[in-house]
């Protein structure tokens, strides 16, 4: 991603690695979510992870979606901000849904969101 990101004749307002690291943790998160997700469907007592299954699906959406904009760092208009405000606050939650968990994928599940909750923080105050 960094090669490609440098060569983008149009990077906004971006500092350059609050977006890099921006978009890696937000790639990473919807993997590692999907994952958390499917583990909790088939481990034991899947009816006690229902909601645990629900955020990981919205969060590893809300994920890949903003990695992607993320990735066409063109005109900074507002869109973009409100994906990754989006982004914070669906990670947050997830994170500390997964924390109640002691399954590992859950507590890595956690770990990863919040991670990307806090790569998102600095590439809005990066901006402002």
Do not use: Y
Not at 52 to 76: F, H, K, V, Y
Not at 92 to 106: G, I, L
């Amino acid at each position: 991603m960094d090669d490609i990101l440098s060569t983008h004749p149009d990077k906004g307002t971006f500092d350059l690695p609050e977006l890099r690291a921006a978009i890696d943790a937000a790639s990473r998160c919807a993997s590692t979510c999907a994952t958390c997700a499917d583990a909790c469907l088939h481990g034991e007592h899947v009816e006690h992870m229902v909601r645990c299954i629900d955020l990981d699906t919205q969060c590893a959406a809300i994920c890949r979606t903003t990695a992607e904009i993320l990735s066409r760092p063109g005109p900074n208009g507002d869109s973009w901000r409100a994906i990754v405000e989006a982004c914070i606050a669906v990670c947050r939650e997830c994170a500390a849904e997964c924390q109640q968990h002691d399954h590992d994928h859950c507590q890595m599940c956690a770990r990863d969101c919040t991670a990307c909750a806090d790569a998102c923080q600095a590439l809005l105050d990066a901006a402002d």
